[in-house]
């Protein structure tokens, strides 16, 4: 299986040149900016809890203005439809709950509004939630506020262009990190309840990950769930979909492209939900700082796009053709790719 895994990620990856080459060659098809996790909060740098990478807390900011300028550059050359922005725009400790600004008063609007002037550029941007945003913001406040992330009532939501149907998670509907009285959160205390034997829903500071092992490692406070409602929902987008289909995340679907600490709780469920549609060409995703990919059975592929956080540029430039393949020009940190469709799908749109 590791060495599987190890071809498909190989056999995925190409040149930033071959894929600009790809772009140039072919009609122009849907194009999109796509960044993950740029975790913005006005601090000095500083090692995550497991000590395994450095985060640049303040430099993050440059790197969101980096991938402004290169999502310019594509709009002003040969277009650009939108921006796909994957979660965790600004860190937690910014709400003053803890860490380096615990104890005074948030600045979670401050930072909001500092990393979409950098990120500000003159096409739509779709947000996903991240953990962080839930740790900064009441969801009421996701949906109202500048993300803008309840167009649709709901903080997941689906669009089309050209052809191409673009769907935005939200794997938080349940939640340790909403608020308490909703059906949200009590979801979420019933399962980690049952799954981690640790004190994570109290206050009181504990490993989250003692005594869990293998596909239990997911079942852990900053990940969530998708939720039985939302799944039906995305079965019924999916079966009405004109053509291909792209799902944003901001956790991962697949434990393959990361690892199982990084996933969404119902992430099997959802994974059959995108394999019975047969129409999914790709799900990008953030959470996972390191970034990563695989190809699962089904011919989906999971891309995990690293965290501008974590790496000075961290973005791509994505283009969807009429024959239901994607190509990705990264930049920084993000490698270039290119996506077949599933072969079931390719065969239709032939």
């Not at 599987?4 to 190409?14: D, G, K, L, P």
């Not at 640049?56 to 921006?83: K, N, P, T």
């Not at 994570?200 to 990950?209: H, K, W």
């Not at 697949?254 to 969404?264: G, I, L, P, Q």
Request: aromatic share 8%; glycine share 10%.
């Amino acid at each position: 299986m590791v060495l599987t895994n190890m071809v498909r990620r190989s056999a995925a990856c190409v040149s930033l040149a071959v894929a600009q080459a790809l772009h140039t060659r072919c009609d122009r098809g849907v194009r999109f900016g796509v960044l993950a996790d740029v975790q913005y909060c006005d601090i000095e740098d500083a090692r995550n809890f497991a000590g395994t990478e450095i985060r640049f807390y303040r430099g993050s900011l440059e790197g969101a203005r980096r991938a402004a300028r290169g999502f310019e550059a594509a709009r002003l050359g040969r277009g650009l439809d939108f921006v796909a922005q994957l979660g965790d725009l600004i860190d937690g400790q910014n709400a003053g709950g803890y860490g380096a600004l615990k104890g005074l008063p948030p600045r979670s609007k401050q930072a909001l509004d500092e990393v979409l002037a950098a990120l500000s550029t003159p096409v739509p941007h779709y947000h996903c939630v991240g953990n962080h945003e839930l740790y900064n913001f009441e969801p009421d406040q996701l949906m109202e506020g500048p993300l803008n992330m309840g167009a649709s009532g709901k903080l997941y939501h689906a669009f089309v262009e050209k052809g191409w149907t673009f769907v935005v998670l939200n794997p938080y509907e349940h939640s340790s990190s909403l608020p308490k009285h909703t059906p949200g959160y009590k979801e979420a205390a019933k399962v980690l309840t049952e799954k981690n034997p640790n004190p994570v829903l109290s206050d009181e500071p504990c490993n989250f990950f003692e005594g869990l092992k293998g596909e239990g490692l997911r079942f852990v406070p900053f990940n969530g769930a998708v939720g039985e409602e939302q799944r039906t929902w995305l079965a019924g987008v999916l079966e009405r979909a004109p053509g291909p289909c792209v799902v944003f995340s901001h956790l991962p679907l697949f434990h393959e492209s990361c690892s199982w600490r990084n996933v969404a709780w119902d992430s099997p469920e959802v994974l059959e939900v995108l394999r019975e549609a047969g129409n999914v060409v790709a799900v990008v995703a953030g959470h996972s700082h390191s970034g990563g990919y695989a190809l699962d059975d089904h011919g989906i592929h999971h891309v995990v796009v690293e965290a501008t956080l974590t790496h000075e540029t961290a973005f791509g430039i994505c283009e969807c053709r009429g024959d239901g393949s994607i190509t990705i020009a990264g930049e920084g940190s993000v490698p270039s790719r290119v996506l077949a469709p599933p072969p079931s799908l390719a065969r239709r749109l032939a």
